[in-house]
């Protein structure tokens, strides 16, 4: 079974600054997928970023960048910057390989962080 | 490329009836997921078409839940006989499969409230 977890309920961060959410993962597959989404209020999900897991190098994709460590089942996402548009819950999710029929296209998410940017 | 479109956004019933909701995926996505967040709560797996094929179903998904993917387009999610524990924000996300490149994109979902 996978399993995600953010213990991070709610963070704040003021805006232009710079903020760390964190996850964890548990997973018996050695190669998986892991994907931070943002979920704005009464909005609809969006992906923000993925990493996979064989590539040791860290996804970037503008202010947003995670820290992946296999070993310790850790995917952090770092936001620089932060906009007030940044405001959101973000959840972390984790899928695994995808071949052909077989069924490892389900996302495992995590509880969610609440994100507040303040002006 | 009008992203994926979930109808009707917000549906309140009585306990004891019936529902369905419909989901029309990105045009020329293969895969079709459902999903059901609870407040406050993570999304959490419930059925996955591949065009047609209903290919796996989670263990949340009770007799009285169904899906279909008619000709692998849009897909409907019935429940019956619905109980206040079904109320829930239902997500759909679609995807196309194409080797380990695959993303979900979801819709905006369609907000149960069972009375």
């Known amino acids: 079974a996978q399993t995600v977890t953010q213990s991070q309920p709610e963070m704040s961060v003021q805006e232009a600054e710079t903020v760390t959410l964190s996850c964890t993962y548990d997973?018996?597959?050695?190669?998986?997928?892991l994907f931070w989404y943002k979920q704005p209020p009464s909005r609809q999900m969006i992906l923000v970023i993925r990493?996979?897991?064989?590539?040791?190098q860290n996804a970037t994709e503008n202010r947003f960048s995670v820290n992946f460590q296999k070993a310790a089942k850790s995917f952090s996402l770092k936001i620089s910057d932060s906009q007030l548009g940044d405001t959101a819950m973000y959840f972390c999710?984790?899928?695994?390989?995808?071949?052909?029929?077989?069924?490892?296209?389900?996302?495992?998410f995590g509880q969610g962080t609440i994100l507040t940017v303040h002006p | 490329d009008t992203g994926v479109s979930q109808n009707p956004r917000h549906k309140i019933t009585k306990r004891g009836q019936n529902v369905t909701f419909r989901c029309d995926p990105i045009?020329?996505?293969?895969?079709l997921y459902w999903y059901r967040q609870t407040l406050g709560q993570g999304p959490e797996f419930l059925t996955y078409?591949?065009?047609?094929?209903?290919?796996?179903k989670s263990r949340l998904l009770s007799d009285r839940f169904s899906a279909e993917r008619p000709k692998g387009s849009f897909s409907t999610l019935e429940i019956q006989r619905t109980e206040q524990g079904d109320s829930a924000m239902y997500l759909c996300?679609?995807?196309?499969?194409?080797?380990?490149?695959?993303?979900?994109?979801f819709g905006p979902g369609t907000r149960l409230l069972v009375l």
């Open positions: 078409f591949q065009n047609e094929a209903q290919l796996e």
């Open positions: 996300a679609s995807s196309f499969l194409a080797g380990a490149g695959e993303t979900q994109y």
């Open positions: 997973t018996s597959e050695s190669n998986y997928y």
């Open positions: 045009s020329e996505h293969n895969r």
């Open positions: 999710a984790l899928r695994g390989r995808v071949t052909g029929g077989t069924s490892y296209g389900k996302l495992t």
């Open positions: 990493q996979e897991a064989y590539k040791q």
